[in-house]
C-alpha cells in the first residue's frame, strides 16, 4: 500500500508505503502424516523504483503510523513493489515445532505511482 492514496505523491514528500502481510497455518498429510506448518512474514525489501531499496524486519503501517517512508527526489512515474520472505515451523503429529531450514521469498507486483511538484499559489488575496 501506497499513501497518500490515488497513484500521486509529490517530490520531497513522505510517502508512506505498508503491506498487510499476516502469518498463516497450514495443515497437510504427508506419506499418512499430519504435517502442521506455521508460515510467517520475517523480512520485507522494499524497492521505490527510482533504484533507491531498502530491507525491514516490519512491515509498516498506515498513516499516522510512518514506519516506512521513502522522499523521490524527481518527478517521473514509478512503480514501487516490496518483496516478502517467509520463514516456516513444522512439526508432525502434533510434535514439537521445528525450524524450516531456509526462507522463501514471493517478489510483489510493482505498483504505478506518479511523483509530481507541487506549486505554491496564493489564493483569496486582494
Given at each position: 500500500m501506497v499513501q497518500p492514496p490515488n497513484g500521486?505523491?509529490?517530490?520531497?514528500?513522505?510517502?508512506?508505503?505498508?503491506?498487510?502481510?499476516?502469518?498463516?497455518?497450514?495443515?497437510?498429510?504427508?506419506?499418512?502424516?499430519?504435517?502442521?506448518?506455521?508460515?510467517?512474514?520475517?523480512?520485507?525489501?522494499?524497492?521505490?523504483?527510482?533504484?533507491?531499496r531498502v530491507t525491514t524486519s516490519e512491515p509498516g503501517s498506515p498513516y499516522p503510523r510512518l514506519e516506512i517512508t521513502h522522499r523521490y527526489q524527481d518527478r517521473g512515474a514509478v512503480r514501487p513493489s516490496v518483496d516478502t520472505t517467509y520463514s516456516a515451523d513444522w512439526r508432525v503429529g502434533g510434535g514439537p515445532w521445528q525450524p524450516v531450514s531456509g526462507t522463501v521469498t514471493i517478489p510483489g507486483a510493482p505498483v504505478a505511482l506518479d511523483v509530481v511538484e507541487a506549486s505554491p499559489t496564493l489564493v483569496g488575496y486582494r
Open positions: 500521486r505523491t509529490l517530490v520531497n514528500f513522505a510517502t508512506n508505503f505498508y503491506t498487510e502481510t499476516e502469518p498463516f497455518t497450514r495443515t497437510i498429510t504427508l506419506l499418512g502424516q499430519q504435517v502442521d506448518l506455521r508460515i510467517r512474514p520475517s523480512a520485507f525489501g522494499w524497492r521505490f523504483g527510482d533504484g533507491e
